[in-house]
């Protein structure tokens, strides 16, 4: 954070609420994290986003990531091109659907042609598009256990459970906090299930990003002199349908898509 010098510089572009959605208990205090490095403009919620552009480079940040993803969907395509849909289909859970391969993620089919392209009517994400193409080519299609584990206790996951927290669980439990009715939402317009209550948490939703990777998201609601929190977890079987660093992926693609939406909304 060259750019600031001190806290206060850095206090006067926040709200000044202490709204503590930033998980912290007060402005002054996130102001300090973000002089440490250990917060970033883009983790308050309120901030414009070209304040957030010009005072951490989060914007550019995103846009270097996202130029890498369609980089990595363009050689998957490659791939995908050579192998034989149909064998796949029964795998993964998809179906033959004109000359490809379809595949439902959150309800809505994403059909990969035999050249590996991905169409579909809704918005395509390269965070989505690049964990469905490596789930077409590798999943071992096994069915889920409804046993639920969280990232860190996957194969490989300790290490990437603090990132899916803070690009995942952390930007999903703020659209929580924001907007109540957003699980309602979810079960509507991107086919998710309520379940019974899991882990003690006042909301349980399932939601199928691809046919054999289920997502569960908790959500406990603040109570008394406690915030809310919001964890995702996964089916025993996840790490060997889609690789660990893919499922972080799929998160990081899911809620940005949930973000959209929640944008076109108000």
Same mark, same amino acid.
């Given at each position: 954070?060259?750019?600031?010098?001190?806290?206060?510089?850095?206090?006067?572009?926040?709200?000044?609420?202490?709204?503590?959605?930033?998980?912290?208990?007060?402005?002054?205090?996130?102001?300090?994290?973000?002089?440490?490095?250990?917060?970033?403009?883009?983790?308050? /919620?309120? @901030?414009?986003?070209?304040?957030?552009? &010009? +005072?951490?480079?989060?914007? #550019? $940040?995103?846009?270097? *990531?996202?130029?890498?993803?369609?980089?990595?969907?363009?050689?998957?395509?490659?791939?995908?091109?050579?192998?034989?849909?149909?064998?796949?289909?029964?795998?993964?859970?998809?179906?033959?659907?004109?000359?490809?391969?379809?595949?439902?993620?959150?309800?809505?089919?994403?059909?990969?042609?035999?050249?590996?392209?991905?169409?579909?009517?809704?918005?395509?994400?390269?965070?989505?598009?690049? /964990?469905? @193409?490596?789930?077409?080519?590798?999943? &071992? +299609?096994?069915?889920?256990? #409804? $046993?639920?584990?969280? *990232?860190?206790?996957?194969?490989?996951?300790?290490?990437?459970?603090?990132?899916?927290?803070?690009?995942?669980?952390?930007?999903?439990?703020?659209?929580?906090?924001?907007?109540?009715?957003?699980?309602?939402?979810?079960?509507?317009?991107?086919?998710?299930?309520?379940?019974?209550?899991?882990?003690?948490?006042?909301?349980?939703?399932?939601?199928?990003?691809?046919?054999?990777?289920?997502?569960?998201?908790?959500?406990?609601?603040?109570?008394?002199?406690?915030?809310?929190?919001?964890?995702?977890?996964?089916?025993?079987?996840?790490?060997?349908?889609?690789?660990?660093?893919?499922?972080?992926?799929?998160?990081?693609?899911?809620?940005?898509?949930?973000?959209?939406?929640?944008?076109?909304?108000?």
């Amino acid at each position: 954070m060259a750019k600031f010098s001190t806290p206060l510089e850095i206090y006067t572009l926040l709200p000044k609420t202490n709204c503590r959605q930033c998980h912290l208990p007060a402005c002054l205090a996130f102001a300090a994290a973000v002089l440490k490095g250990e917060k970033r403009l883009a983790d308050c /919620p309120y @901030l414009p986003p070209e304040v957030v552009a &010009a +005072g951490d480079g989060g914007v #550019g $940040e995103r846009a270097s *990531m996202d130029r890498n993803m369609v980089e990595v969907a363009a050689r998957l395509r490659e791939r995908v091109a050579g192998i034989d849909l149909a064998a796949r289909a029964e795998v993964v859970g998809g179906r033959l659907k004109d000359v490809g391969l379809a595949v439902q993620c959150l309800g809505k089919d994403f059909c990969i042609g035999p050249d590996g392209v991905v169409t579909s009517q809704c918005h395509i994400n390269p965070w989505v598009t690049v /964990p469905l @193409l490596h789930y077409v080519l590798e999943s &071992a +299609g096994l069915a889920p256990t #409804g $046993e639920w584990l969280a *990232m860190r206790d996957l194969a490989g996951g300790h290490t990437w459970s603090p990132l899916f927290g803070r690009r995942c669980e952390e930007p999903l439990q703020r659209l929580a906090d924001r907007r109540p009715g957003l699980f309602a939402d979810l079960v509507g317009i991107f086919s998710g299930r309520r379940t019974v209550r899991q882990f003690d948490a006042d909301i349980s939703i399932m939601l199928h990003p691809l046919p054999k990777v289920p997502f569960l998201i908790c959500y406990w609601q603040p109570e008394d002199d406690l915030e809310s929190r919001l964890r995702v977890y996964f089916d025993r079987t996840a790490d060997r349908n889609l690789d660990v660093e893919l499922l972080h992926t799929l998160g990081v693609g899911m809620v940005s898509m949930f973000e959209k939406i929640g944008h076109q909304h108000g």
